[in-house]
């Protein structure tokens, strides 16, 4: 069983670094991994009372530096988002992992770690849960996202350890049901080493942004994190349901409104994924076949299992509620959004040609700065504007423009020039070729 130490660590460092610039020199054997295999301390009790909650906080107070968080979530098994374990560790303090479950909150960690910068993985996914704890960072690094920005090959968190500390981390775990009690002991272990060398990869990756000059962006995307509002509720969320664009008739669709409502209400209560009562494309199935009675009901593909029997009579009722409704819902929601690339050139040949210009240059932008273009810029900011462009074109309305939709200030540094002239140059469409059946636009007749 391997331990990590902050000497290992140190020395896993420096071959990343020997490494950075190979292409530079001739080609060398890959440095040997170090698989990590157990957290250097051991693996942490899980804290599960008022009193070792205490502890925990005194403990993490009284520790240095910046401090690493992560959380693990039943997705897939029990309704909603909310975390089943909470990870953190510090300089000082060591590795703490608490189970949330039998508090209502988890403020006093939160109070704990005032002024303090949280080290996550893809924040966006833990944040929420951990705010329904009382738990929110002052200041923010976010690995996933620095390493977007430093031009990492592959952002996932043991992609990125191997990368740049030179160690492998399974994630054999990273699916299970963290409801699970009391938590197997090789979950335990997982979940430790997830946050086991979060600092040491901050550090590393601090040092590539700031080689490459893009330390600022990083910072700035973090504080923007910070300050985005909660999402607000979703209309009509039943419209995600996967496969609805296979309907298409109204009343089927309200028979996926009535069945994603009742199978909602059925899963919170009790507290299992919708998905595990029926599944997404058996209610499309459903609704399309429009059956009136329980075994044609059951006969729809996908309906089957414990739930879609058992509560046979409950889904046919949502059926039967929609199919005696007046008032149906519209097949399509209203919008403000741009329509299709596809269809541009047709609706609108002038901002097709704004966004075929502008966006070629901004890939390249981005392949020049090393980073995947949707961090350089929002696609949909791009089309936005493309479609409907401020008026007169210049460089500060498209900065404002970009501004209102929410780029960062050294986005808008880096696009609007680029913007602004495809806008204002746009290069020419290709004249395209028209599909069989499909009239010519010059002479009106169709082709063979």
């Known amino acids: 069983m391997t331990f990590l130490t902050s000497d290992s660590s140190a020395a896993a460092s420096r071959r990343a670094d020997s490494t950075a610039t190979a292409s530079d020199e001739p080609e060398q054997d890959a440095p040997e991994l170090i698989e990590l295999t157990a957290p250097r301390e051991g693996v942490p009790l899980v804290i599960s009372t008022q009193s070792g909650l205490h502890r925990a906080a005194a403990a993490l107070a009284a520790g240095s530096g910046p401090v690493a968080v992560d959380a693990e979530r039943a997705s897939g098994f029990r309704y909603g988002q909310r975390a089943f374990l909470v990870q953190l560790r510090r300089e000082g303090a060591g590795t703490w992992l608490i189970d949330p479950e039998p508090f209502d909150d988890l403020e006093v960690i939160n109070d704990a770690l005032r002024g303090v910068e949280w080290i996550l993985h893809a924040a966006t996914q833990d944040l929420p849960c951990l705010a329904a704890l009382g738990m929110w960072p002052d200041k923010l690094f976010d690995t996933e996202l620095a390493a977007r920005l430093a031009g990492l090959p592959r952002v996932g968190l043991a992609a990125v350890i191997e990368n740049l500390l030179g160690f492998t981390l399974a994630k054999e775990h990273s699916a299970a049901d963290w409801s699970t009690r009391p938590l197997p002991e090789p979950w335990l272990r997982y979940a430790a080493l997830d946050v086991e060398v979060l600092v040491e990869l901050r550090e590393a990756l601090v040092a590539a942004l700031e080689e490459s000059g893009k330390l600022p962006f990083a910072e700035e995307e973090f504080e923007a994190l910070l300050a985005a509002p909660p999402a607000a509720p979703r209309t009509d969320p039943w419209r995600r349901t996967s496969g609805l664009h296979q309907i298409r008739d109204r009343r089927q669709l309200a028979a996926v409104r009535e069945l994603w409502t009742e199978r909602e209400q059925l899963a919170e209560k009790r507290d299992v994924a919708p998905g595990r009562l029926i ?158 059946d499909e009239a010519d636009p010059k002479t009106g007749s169709r082709k063979r």
């Not at 007046?326 to 901002?351: I, S």
């Not at 008026?391 to 423009?401: D, F, L, Q, W």
């Open 279 to 436: 599944p997404d494309s058996a209610m499309v199935a459903a609704a399309r076949a429009m059956p009136a009675t329980v075994p044609q009901l059951l006969a729809v593909n996908g309906f089957h299992g414990r739930a879609a029997q058992r509560e046979a009579p409950r889904w046919l009722r949502c059926i039967d509620a929609a199919r005696r409704l007046e008032k149906l819902p519209e097949l399509h929601m209203p919008t403000n959004a741009p329509p299709p690339p596809r269809v541009w050139a047709d609706k609108d040949p002038a901002a097709a040609a704004r966004l075929q210009t502008a966006k070629p240059r901004l890939a390249a932008l981005a392949e020049e700065l090393q980073m995947p273009v949707e961090n350089l810029l929002t696609p949909d900011y791009l089309r936005r504007i493309a479609w409907r462009p401020p008026t007169p074109v210049t460089a500060g309305s498209i900065a404002e423009a970009l501004r209102d939709l929410g780029a960062r200030n050294w986005q808008r540094e880096l696009a609007v020039p680029v913007i602004t002239e495809a806008f204002l140059h746009p290069e020419p469409l290709a004249e395209r070729k028209p599909k069989a």
